[in-house]
């Protein structure tokens, strides 16, 4: 495997090298890239291997799956629609897809493109589904997400929301009269110089070296598969880029804009909170804004079959990051490597709350099935913490797609009534809120970003 930093120069950037070779022997990860940019110098990286089965040494310009860090190429899409007045985020969907339907018709009617942006929908929001790699695949996409259950009222609870983006994206086609990747490319790719990023079907990226996505069974690390998320499903999380062209478009985000793609000030817009997301902080246009201490950083996370990126920039500090795994266990590794990077460069550091102790006739109350979409797990109570029990139920990137391996058991315990800190991996650190009506009777537990209704 291609592990060694005895070339890199760079004192931090060497640091944080060692630091993922080191998670990576720990935690079994084949594959990891990162770019680090700050006050004009770009630094980039490449360890491991594209895959077990077939493996090429990774380096800064392979390919990953980026997830839902495509989220924000549609947000700023759509931010430049706006400026050209060709949308406003709070029209109704309708205005812009004729006889749009929900399961709920009052939400159909009412939902704005903004609320699409903010994950403030309310609907199922993690259905995934493959219409085929024709340029009517999203038009489809959006005619059957109308029977997703409306979860939340809308407007009323952050909970991160996969299929608004579908929606946004089909707002993008009905504009522009182009196909959302085409749309994209012309608009942003093109224009941004983002040589090495791509949209599967096309087989363009196919020429250049690519990773492939593993998961752990069992303690033997495989090859995850499918390898293809579906074409509906680009504007959500379709992008493949390397290190480098993610942190030439987080440079781009911290400009004052370019001449007849963005200015500035669309640009910062999209910067300002929108929406409370609880324990992850506050949600912009799809940029998530959380301060590690005094350090605002704005952000957004990926996660596909097996992969899982993480991307944020400061732009007061001139600083962004992206890091791209071939791994389920990732993630582990990017929230890790963040917090360290932070530290190192600016001294800043998570203040993480101190557990408190509870008894098991208080925990009592929050034990119980929670559920949304397809995501589910069991909340049991033993000794004087809360154990996740995860329940894997499939259905990604297909309906049919079978179960997964579940995740291990972890304890939670509260730090506030009603608030919650992962004791163990993945959710070490991870902080979770439980959420009553207006009785106080308890009704979601938000965790992972999505509030998961209790059914029993």
């Known amino acids: 495997m291609n592990l060694s930093t005895s070339h890199i120069k760079n004192p931090n950037f060497k640091k944080i090298a060692k630091k993922i070779v080191s998670e990576m022997k720990r935690l079994q990860v084949p594959g990891v890239a990162i770019g680090i940019w700050h006050k004009g110098k770009e630094y980039a990286e490449g360890f491991g291997v594209t895959s077990v089965e077939h493996p090429l040494p990774v380096t800064a310009d392979t390919l990953f799956q980026t997830g839902s860090i495509s989220k924000t190429f549609t947000g700023t899409l759509i931010m430049q629609l706006v400026e050209q007045g060709k949308v406003d985020l709070d029209a109704p969907v309708r205005t812009y897809i004729k006889g749009f339907q929900l399961s709920d018709k009052r939400v159909g009617k009412k939902v704005t493109v903004r609320q699409l942006l903010t994950h403030m929908g309310g609907w199922v929001g993690d259905y995934f589904n493959d219409f085929g790699n ?56 093109d224009p941004l110089g983002l040589e090495m990023s791509f949209f599967y079907p096309s087989d363009l990226f196919f020429t250049h070296r690519f990773v492939v996505g593993h998961r752990k069974i069992k303690d033997k690390v495989q090859v995850a598969r499918p390898w293809a998320i579906g074409r509906a499903s680009n504007g959500v999380g379709g992008v493949l880029s390397t290190v480098r062209d993610l942190v030439k478009y987080a440079q781009f985000h911290m400009s004052n804009g370019k001449k007849n793609v963005i200015s500035g000030k669309s640009l910062r817009a999209m910067r300002i909170p929108q929406a409370d997301a609880g324990p992850r902080g ?35 500090k001139e600083f962004a990051l992206a890091i791209l795994t071939n ?15 932070l530290d190192l460069y600016f001294n800043a550091k998570s203040k993480l709350p101190a557990p408190i102790e509870k008894t098991a006739n208080e925990l009592k109350e929050y034990a119980g099935r929670y559920l949304i979409g397809i995501e589910c ?80």
């Open 134 to 189: 024709g340029d009517d695949a999203l038009e489809k996409m959006v005619k059957d997400i109308v029977r997703l259950p409306q979860i939340h009222p809308l407007g009323k609870i952050w909970s991160y929301n996969n299929t608004g983006f579908n929606i946004a994206s089909r707002i993008i086609e009905i504009v522009t009269g182009k196909p959302y990747e085409q749309a994209v490319q012309e608009m942003l790719f």
């Open 282 to 316: 506050m949600m912009g246009i799809t940029w998530f804004i959380r301060k590690v201490g005094d350090v605002t950083l704005y952000a957004h996370g990926g996660a596909t079959n097996g992969q899982q990126a993480y991307f944020f920039f400061i732009p007061d």
């Open 327 to 341: 791994s389920d266990d990732g993630g582990i590794i990017t929230s890790g490597i963040t917090n360290y990077t």
């Open 377 to 456: 797990f069991d909340l049991k109570v033993k000794g004087r913490h809360l154990i996740y029990h995860h329940i894997p139920l499939g259905g990604f990137p297909t309906p049919d797609t079978p179960p997964g391996p579940a995740m291990p058991r972890m304890r939670f315990s509260f730090y506030e009534k009603d608030k919650v800190i992962g004791l163990d991996e993945p959710y070490k650190d991870a902080l979770g809120d439980f959420i009553r009506d207006e009785h106080g009777k308890l009704q979601f537990f938000r965790v992972g970003g999505r509030a998961h209704k209790k059914i029993k």
